[in-house]
């Protein structure tokens, strides 16, 4: 079993609409969580960072944590066909850590 | 020259080149990685330097030679590389403070090896 679970895609949905990007995760000792954007022919950017679980909210994303099931989630609301990108998540067990696990990415399109 | 950049973009080379990847961030952080990106494929770690050290390991290859000058600086040098190879290599960069170290990737590297 892979520590980190993503479907890659690919999700395509039409601009306006409402985008749910979830993770499934193994290893429960895991306490920070990131979203990662990846534009085409670009390296990955943070999008969004939290530690433990519950919300967070930064504009049009927010990023909700799950630790009970083990379950983590990006929602883009009124998304834009800038948003079109590969989102990847990320995670660690302990504060300052440089050993990321990802999962595979998902390929979001956002359709004008 | 911003953030972290990386050259060449494109690489194609033969199982029996000897080539290297070259990275450089402009940050002023004190931690750079090399990570290996394959399609369909989680992002997999290859090497962590810290301060110039190597910290990390994860077990790649010793047809990947990793160099690392100084804090600024980090290559992969390549030899006899196999068709699964092939992949996006990515350079990243952080600064180690403790707490949450955010990771600066460059765009990448994309190799072909035929």
């Known amino acids: 079993q892979k520590e980190v679970e993503q479907d890659p895609g690919p999700l395509s949905v039409p601009e306006g609409a409402i985008v749910s990007l979830n993770c499934t995760y193994s290893n429960s000792a895991f306490q920070y969580f990131m979203w990662y954007r990846q534009y085409s022919r670009k390296g990955p950017e943070l999008l969004m960072y939290t530690y433990s679980s519950g919300n967070k909210e930064d504009g049009r994303f927010t990023a909700q944590v799950d630790k009970s099931s083990k379950y983590i989630s990006l929602f883009i609301r009124d998304s834009q066909p800038s948003d079109s990108a590969t989102y990847l998540c990320?995670?660690?067990?302990?504060?300052?850590?440089?050993?990321?696990?990802f999962g595979q990415g998902t390929r979001l399109t956002i359709n004008p | 020259e911003t953030g972290v950049t990386q050259t060449p973009r494109h690489l194609v080379m033969g199982m029996t080149n000897k080539k290297s990847l070259k990275c450089e961030q402009h940050?002023?952080?004190?931690?750079m990685y090399w990570y290996k990106q394959s399609a369909k494929k989680p992002l997999e770690l290859m090497f962590v330097y810290n301060f110039k050290e190597q910290t990390e390991n994860n077990s790649v290859p010793s047809r990947f030679s990793p160099e690392c000058p100084n804090s600024s600086h980090l290559f992969l040098h390549l030899h006899t590389l196999q068709p699964e190879d092939s992949a996006l290599y990515l350079c990243?960069?952080?600064?180690?403070?403790?707490?949450?170290?955010?990771?600066?990737f460059g765009p990448g590297t994309r190799l072909t090896v035929l």
């Open positions: 990320a995670m660690s067990g302990y504060q300052g850590a440089q050993k990321l696990v």
């Open positions: 940050l002023g952080h004190n931690a």
């Open positions: 990243a960069s952080s600064q180690d403070r403790g707490a949450y170290n955010e990771q600066f």
